[in-house]
């Protein structure tokens, strides 16, 4: 199965393949997407499919057009929520200019040689947008292995870099296995690694960011950590597991994946509140998070709202903003699927998304500006372009 999907005036092309096998999805996305004039295309390719396969197979297919894109966690696709399948979005040449670049190595990753490629990046933009009108605006794209635990250092590397241009992404995902993720670039699958894109569109667009919780009066202070291995240990002085489970009010004998996805945890960084979701306990009583963590980090926990009402009105608040949104290219939770999955909420979120055409993927932690997060919607909304009067 192969739908092709064209957003509006064809400014960005949607693919998606269901089959068998890695060379029979590359040969459809490839079908879908070849008569279109194309500066780049992304692909979001589901474990089901061994990625080293199905890129060097589209790649092959597509020579003379860049690919990058990473593994999932769940798709997301002009149908809603899926699985199983690979989504893909032709960007039009007409109306975007791009530039990337690999970050290899991330285990012995160092600030400075990423700022020393950024800026190598930054350069190779500025030649190819030195055509573009002034009005056009420019943003980034990160795909990076969500199982380094290195995002918020690739982030501030990238981000001391970039200077104004702001950044949204997301981490790979391994399904619900949490073992091997990927991201592709130049023909190649690569773990330990992610790929930075800049793109440059006489588009209008809009970065956002979603979640559906509000923080209470409770607060917690994690008083040891192993902040390396992003693992806390001690929450006010006490076994980490058995504080968070008093706090949130659930049994430790029952934290699972599905009671982390109902119970985040926020930090406020910079007036704003942001989830720090725990991805295991550990057979010591410990946590491992999803993101950084530090010793003295005050932790709130959260309060629930209506995911399906709070995405609806962060939808309606961005049209409302940038006028007709063509495509929401969005990069979400995988805990945020799990937990409105446990509110039986998931036809009424991905018909939500259908209609509002969000294409992406579910991932390990979001990228938003400056910031990695954890049980969140992050994108960028694409606006309409403009038709001349006859």
């Given at each position: ?125 500025a030649q190819r ?31 001391a870099s970039l ?54 009066a409770t607060k ?171």
């Amino acid at each position: 199965m192969a739908e092709k999907h064209n957003g509006a005036a064809d400014s960005i092309v949607v693919a998606q393949a269901k089959t068998d096998g890695p060379r029979e999805a590359a040969d459809e996305i490839a079908r879908q997407l070849a008569s279109a004039n194309l500066a780049m295309i992304t692909v979001f390719v589901s474990p089901f499919y061994d990625p080293e396969i199905f890129i060097a197979e589209l790649s092959r297919r597509m020579p003379d057009i860049p690919i990058f894109g990473c593994t999932t966690a769940g798709e997301l696709s002009p149908a809603g929520w899926d699985e199983d399948s690979v989504v893909a979005m032709g960007f039009d040449a007409a109306d975007f200019v791009i530039a990337a670049r690999p970050l290899l190595d991330l285990s012995t990753f160092r600030v400075d040689r990423g700022r020393s490629i950024c800026t190598e990046l930054q350069q190779e933009f500025a030649q190819r947008t030195e055509q573009c009108d002034p009005a056009d605006e420019s943003f980034g794209l990160l795909f990076i292995d969500g199982m380094c635990q290195r995002e918020e250092t690739i982030m501030s590397a990238i981000y001391a870099s970039l200077g104004d241009i702001p950044i949204v992404g997301g981490s790979a995902g391994d399904g619900l296995r949490f073992e091997k993720s990927w991201v592709f670039h130049n023909g190649k699958a690569y773990t330990d690694a992610a790929v930075v894109i800049l793109i440059r569109t006489r588009l209008p667009f809009r970065l956002f960011k979603c979640d559906h919780f509000e923080p209470t009066a409770t607060k917690m202070v994690v008083t040891e950590a192993d902040i390396e291995r992003r693992i806390v240990k001690e929450i006010n002085a006490e076994p980490a597991a058995l504080e968070y489970s008093r706090a949130v009010g659930l049994s430790d004998s029952k934290l699972e994946l599905f009671s982390f996805a109902a119970h985040p945890l926020l930090v406020r960084v910079g007036g704003a509140y942001y989830a720090r979701s725990i991805q295991r306990t550990n057979a010591d009583g410990s946590l491992q998070f999803f993101c950084a963590i530090d010793e003295g980090m005050v932790l709130t926990v959260a309060r629930e709202r209506d995911p399906i009402d709070a995405t609806r009105d962060a939808f309606e608040e961005i049209a409302h903003d940038l006028g007709e949104v063509s495509v929401f290219i969005g990069f979400e939770c995988v805990l945020r699927r799990l937990d409105v999955e446990q509110h039986q909420l998931s036809r009424e979120m991905s018909e939500l998304y259908r209609r509002n055409n969000v294409i992406g993927f579910q991932t390990y932690g979001e990228q938003y500006r400056s910031m990695h997060v954890n049980q969140t919607l992050t994108g960028v909304a694409i606006g309409k372009r403009a038709v001349a009067s006859p």
